[in-house]
């Protein structure tokens, strides 16, 4: 079965630009997650869909926005870039058991420079 | 507010050793993940504790739920430079998981 997929890998952007990050999740899996990595912060969730549904958001500003797709597929937003943007951005795809809980299938990450 | 803290964020010992690093919460957690990530890569998940007092292993390491189901911890027995990586623990609440900071862990030779 194959993995959870990101593209691109990397990414330079200058400030102000615009950013859209993509996500295929594991086949089968309904719920993506995407979040915010940084050696300071550690892991920082941004939101969550089911079923084109944002079921769960973060705190984070109203310029980073997702979405999913029919098929799963999800995308990430970020407009109006700041330096502060730099990060590795982790999609997750989420695979709910009998017993409820979530476990979390982690592409690569898309390694996002804001110069 | 950081509701799953992790501890010790930094830790580098010498190979052969063993660790223990912990996840402490106030709050009650359907059931408790443990992942690794290496760098340049996302997290891995190593396993989920489920049961209040349940007790995991995986080859050298032994994963701990509390009995509140509030706290975790993770033993390493004899570290190897291969184990060496970001561990996170994540609490279940609901669909929703609540993520430590991460441990550091270095492995020295």
């Known amino acids: 079965k194959a993995g959870v997929t990101q593209t691109p890998r990397y990414l330079i952007k200058t400030r102000g630009q615009q950013v859209t990050l993509s996500c295929s999740p594991i086949?089968?899996?309904?719920?993506v997650s995407w979040y915010q990595q940084t050696p300071g912060q550690g892991l920082q969730f941004l939101f969550e869909?089911?079923?084109?549904?944002?079921?769960n958001k973060g705190n984070f500003p109203g310029r980073f926005s997702g979405r999913q797709f029919s098929n799963s597929r999800s995308e990430m937003n970020v407009s109006t870039l700041e330096l502060g943007d730099s990060a590795l951005y982790l999609c997750?795809?989420?695979?709910?058991?009998?017993?409820?809980?979530?476990?979390?299938?982690f592409g690569p990450g898309t390694r996002l420079t804001v110069l | 507010t950081q509701l799953l803290e992790q501890s010790p964020q930094f830790l580098s010992i010498q190979e052969g050793e063993n660790l223990t690093v912990y996840c402490n919460s106030s709050?009650?957690?359907?059931?408790l993940q443990w992942y690794r990530q290496e760098p340049g890569e996302g997290p891995v998940l190593l396993v989920t504790v489920v049961t209040g007092g349940e007790v995991k292993k995986l080859k050298r390491l032994t994963f701990q739920f509390g009995d509140a189901r509030k706290d975790s911890s993770l033993h390493i027995t004899a570290a190897q430079p291969g184990d060496t990586g970001l561990y996170l623990c994540?609490?279940?609440?609901?669909?929703?998981?609540?993520w430590g900071a991460g441990t550091k862990l270095i492995i020295k030779p």
């Open positions: 997750a795809s989420s695979l709910m058991t009998a017993l409820g809980t979530d476990t979390q299938y």
């Open positions: 994540a609490g279940a609440q609901g669909y929703q998981l609540i």
């Open positions: 709050s009650v957690f359907s059931s």
């Open positions: 869909y089911f079923s084109e549904t944002q079921r």
């Open positions: 086949s089968g899996h309904r719920s």
